[in-house]
Every structure is written in C-alpha cells, then in structure tokens.
C-alpha cells in the first residue's frame, strides 16, 4: 500500500506516524509522573474541580447509606470513594495513605473525591 503512494502523501504518512508516536509517548509519560507534576496539596483554599494531593492517616471510615460508596476522614477532610473505586479496596483506619483527587464542594462541606483505585496509596 505504502508503495502506491505519491511522495508527499509517504511524507505526510510518516510524519502522521511519528505524531503518533510522540502523543502516545507523552500520555504513557504524563500517565506515570503527571499527577505529581500537576497535583497540589490540599488546602481548604483550592478551588472546586481543582486536582489535589491529600497525604495522611486514616481517621474513620464510613459506608453511604446509598451504596457501597465509602467516605474516608484523611487529616479532618473527607474523602468520597465512589462504588466503583471502593470495590475491592481493604482500608483499614490508622493507616496512612496518599489519595490524588479532585476537590468538590456537596451539600456545603469541602471533599476530596477519587475517581480511581490508582490514585490510593497506602503506606501502612
């Protein structure tokens, strides 16, 4: 196929091809060490949708009576585990943990929520 092609449709081709591999390279790249680079410790002050790094131990955990969400308390703030991202995850209080999530404000108080299982890890 490519040797049907005119010169500048295989120079277009390859220049595609390497596009492609820098824009995959860059995600596997930013996938390994981006939410460091981007996150920001938690503060009550962070805006809303805001991605933070919340570091600390476990002060109580607390299933929804709605599901099999969990709230967890990390260093007084609470921390939403949606269903999905609660399934299978073993916490246990007094454990330290570092959580990546978004801040979001519900029903008026300030909470950290996770949107993957990834973004916890527990230091013991």
């Not at 092609?5 to 390497?18: S, T, W």
């Amino acid at each position: 196929m490519i040797s049907m092609l005119e010169r500048e449709e295989k120079a277009a081709f390859v220049m595609l091809a390497c596009v492609v591999g820098i824009v995959l390279a860059a995600h596997m790249l930013f996938g390994a060490v981006g939410r460091q680079m981007v996150a920001e410790p938690y503060t009550p002050e962070v805006p809303d949708g805001a991605l933070v790094l919340l570091e600390g131990k476990i002060e109580g955990i607390q299933k929804t009576s709605t599901g099999g969400h969990l709230i967890l308390t990390v260093n007084s703030t609470m921390v939403f585990l949606p269903e999905d991202v609660a399934v299978g995850l073993e916490l246990q209080k007094d454990e330290n943990v570092t959580i990546y999530g978004v801040t979001q404000t519900y029903r008026g108080k300030r909470e950290v929520v996770v949107t993957s299982a990834a973004d916890i890890q527990v230091s013991g």
